[in-house]
Structures are given as C-alpha cells and as structure tokens.
C-alpha cells in the first residue's frame, strides 16, 4: 500500500486545515488508518486513528475536540480536519494504515508539513 499526504501548510492559530491521505495499491475499508506527527528530535505521535471495524475513533489528548478523523472509502482516501490550531499541533503529519484486517500499522506515507503561526 503507497500513501501520500498532503494539505499542509503555514496556518494561523485559531485556522483551520484539511489534510489528506491517498492510498494506492489496497483499500481502505478494511484497515486500520491513522494520522501521525513527527517534530525534529521527538517521538512520532499517533494523533488519531480509525478502526475499520467498530467506526471508533481515537484521539490524542491534546487534539481532541479539535481534530476529527474520517475515511471515504469510496475515494480511498483518509482525511484529518484540523480545527482551531495551536503552535504546538506544528510537525510533519504523516499517515499510518495497517494489513488487511490487522489492528496494527504496517505502512506509512511521507509526511507533509503543518506550521502553526502564533
């Protein structure tokens, strides 16, 4: 499975962002799909992630309430709408989905930048 992300940018605090996740090569309507960020010198975090079978949702601490992660499996794409942001949501945002029918990431896209301007 190939993914590309895209859709960031430079953003204000308070803005709003859209990114999106392509999956070529596999569906997604069958895996596990989340959204990743990474800052220079840190840990990557799992800031959201859907789980194919339940529809269930889950979401960083820090994001929760402002970010909301969907799947169109008609498109095969995954997207992460980013409200209200804060400087500290800027990282490199990547995306995450696993083997058919797993509930663990195998495969990850390169990644897109988002900066949020105070």
């Known amino acids: 499975v190939q993914l590309q992300a895209s859709g960031g940018g430079l953003v204000q605090t308070g803005g709003s962002l859209n990114l999106s996740c392509v999956a070529s090569g596999g569906t997604l309507s069958t895996r596990l799909v989340g959204w990743f960020r990474q800052v220079a010198g840190k840990e990557r975090e799992n800031v959201a992630s859907?789980?194919?079978?339940?529809?269930?949702?889950n979401y960083l601490d820090s994001v929760k309430g402002r970010f909301t992660i969907s799947v169109d499996n008609a498109q095969n794409t995954a997207y992460l709408q980013m409200n209200n942001v804060k400087p500290e949501d800027t990282a490199v945002y990547s995306c995450?989905?696993?083997?058919?029918?797993?509930?663990?990431?195998?495969?990850w896209g390169q990644g897109t930048q988002v900066t949020v301007s105070s």
């Open positions: 995450g989905v696993g083997k058919m029918y797993a509930l663990r990431y195998s495969y």
């Open positions: 859907y789980r194919w079978n339940t529809g269930d949702t």
